[in-house]
């Protein structure tokens, strides 16, 4: 079965260099979530789109922006990189629940490792 | 805003034992989701087991089962058997019906002592 796809899957960065991470959802999933997940720590909640438009907001700083397109991938824009930057990035999606499933899962992709030195 | 407490942050058992990991929540909610996700040294998420909190029969995926006391905001992980490969991190989550970001604990780490 599909997966969520994640690229790059590591980047490596200078401080204040700008950083763009790809997520492409399971195919017909509608809803695309970001995770940072800082070393030794669990998964914080960044950012959320549904069918194109953001959703709901989390912990993302004002460097970060982010986008859904018209074919359902997200982009997470990271500008003015910082070292407390350096992280690993989760995107997730899911699909309204009732259609395919009936109850909220989240699928993870395999994340994007980024490291500013 | 929910936070979620997991007050174990290392555990160790031996191989086909039985292990309980431990998860507290506090919510005003009353309709929610619960999780556990494993995340082993890949750092792949993995949904190991949900539980909806409508539900009062306790959830069961195979070796994997809960024991959600709801009006005690209690959510623990029982893994029977226990393998090798069930050596990661575990991660109790929680999500509010309607918003749908998770909310994660802090993770405990669990080791399957050959």
């Known amino acids: 079965a599909a997966g969520v796809i994640q690229s790059p899957r590591h980047l490596i960065k200078e401080k204040r260099e700008t950083a763009t991470l790809k997520c492409y959802p399971i195919?017909?999933?509608?809803?695309v979530y970001w995770y940072q997940q800082g070393p030794g720590q669990d998964p914080q909640f960044l950012i959320s789109f549904y069918e194109k438009m953001q959703s709901d907001k989390g912990s993302i700083p004002d460097r970060f922006s982010a986008q859904q397109f018209s074919d359902y991938h997200s982009e997470l824009n990271m500008s003015s990189l910082e070292l407390g930057d350096s992280a690993l990035y989760f995107c997730?999606?899911?699909?309204?629940?009732?259609?395919?499933?009936?109850?909220?899962?989240?699928?993870f992709g395999p994340g994007t490792r980024l490291t500013v030195l | 805003a929910q936070t979620v407490t997991q007050s174990q942050p290392e555990m160790s058992v031996q191989e086909a034992e039985t292990v309980t990991l431990s998860c507290t929540y506090d919510?005003?909610?009353?309709?929610?989701?619960l999780f556990w996700y494993k995340q082993p040294p890949s750092r792949q998420m993995i949904l190991v087991i949900r539980q909806e909190a409508y539900k009062q029969q306790n959830a069961t995926e195979n070796r994997f089962s809960v024991n959600f006391q709801k009006a005690a905001k209690s959510f623990s992980l029982k893994i029977s058997d226990s393998q090798l490969g069930d050596t990661a991190m575990y991660f109790c989550a929680f999500m509010r019906s309607g918003n749908e970001k998770l909310t994660f604990g802090t993770g405990t780490r669990l080791t399957i002592i050959p």
């Open positions: 997730a999606s899911r699909i309204q629940p009732g259609q395919v499933v009936p109850y909220n899962e989240q699928f």
């Open positions: 195919p017909r999933h509608d809803t």
């Open positions: 919510t005003s909610e009353n309709n929610y989701y």
